[in-house]
């Protein structure tokens, strides 16, 4: 299984960006998905998730502007960022607890997609 994180970029402050992330693999089913940020020198934090049912939830930094949404049918999941600041530049993950065949469902990570707000 692998995951694909792909969309950022650079903006300028009040644009927006559509991130992707793309699950391949054999898979049974993908269950919560969340896309997580990490700042230079700060904490990775969560800044949006949805579950297989379509329940989401966001970092209050982001409520409002971001909008979290998936396609099962393609396995991806997407994050639509508008009216993006500064302060939401970092490197964005994803990451998705995959159920495989006769396994137990596991966490998996995608490699990151920078994205660069400028002011």
């Known amino acids: 299984v692998q995951l694909q994180a792909s969309g950022g970029g650079l903006v300028q402050a009040g644009g927006s960006l559509r991130l992707s992330c793309a699950a391949s693999?054999?898979?049974?089913?993908?269950?919560?998905v969340g896309w997580y940020r990490q700042a230079p020198g700060k904490q990775r934090e969560l800044v949006a998730a949805?579950?297989?049912?379509?329940?989401?939830n966001y970092a209050d930094s982001v409520k409002g502007r971001h909008t979290i949404s998936r396609d099962n049918a393609k396995n991806t999941v997407y994050l639509q960022m508008n009216s993006l600041k500064p302060e939401d530049t970092a490197v964005y993950y994803c990451?998705?607890?995959?159920?495989?065949?006769?396994?137990?469902?596991?966490?998996?990570w995608g490699q990151g997609t920078q994205v660069t707000v400028s002011s």
């Open positions: 990451n998705a607890r995959i159920q495989r065949w006769m396994s137990t469902p596991t966490d998996y």
């Open positions: 693999g054999t898979i049974l089913s993908i269950n919560t």
């Open positions: 949805i579950t297989i049912g379509g329940r989401t």
